[in-house]
């Protein structure tokens, strides 16, 4: 039981390592809608606030996505929980969308799941965060 568990967790942190790095890459979206780059600030995130910005793109055009209703929320999917605080979204213009209040409440691997909602388009992605320090 020991060593399925510690394989568990071994392969849990390869995964999640793998993830956080395409984070700073351009990402599809779950259904191909839209392209997200997500940059964070600090780089590298800590316990309690942080903020990033979202560069959001049309997938088949590239066209910058203006004008959309995008929310993040900050989940630690290991402990099955969320923030104590709620993530705000502020639209900047040419598809670039700001998130202040990102607050992780513990070090850890967290997502950062992200919807968006363009017109009828409707689509979501999960962007990987290793919280260190």
């Not at 849990?12 to 890459?25: P, Q």
């Not at 809608?33 to 800590?46: H, K, N, R, Y």
């Not at 639209?91 to 009828?120: C, F, H, P, T």
Request: charged share 20%; glycine share 8%.
């Amino acid at each position: 039981m020991m060593r399925r568990l510690l394989l568990f967790t071994a392969v849990l942190v390869m995964v999640s390592a793998a993830f956080a790095v395409a984070a700073a890459a351009d990402q599809r979206t779950k259904n191909g809608s839209f392209v997200i780059t997500v940059q964070a600030v600090p780089p590298e995130p800590v316990v309690g606030s942080n903020s990033a910005t979202l560069t959001i793109k049309d997938a088949s055009s590239g066209a910058a996505v203006e004008g959309a209703t995008v929310k993040v929320v900050p989940w630690m999917t290991v402990h099955g929980h969320g923030s104590p605080k709620n993530a705000r979204v502020t639209e900047k213009g040419s598809g670039v969308y700001e998130v202040n209040d990102l607050y992780y409440s513990m070090r850890g691997a967290w997502d950062l799941l992200i919807s968006i909602k363009q017109g009828g388009v409707e689509d979501s992605a999960s962007v990987a965060v290793d919280i260190k320090k």
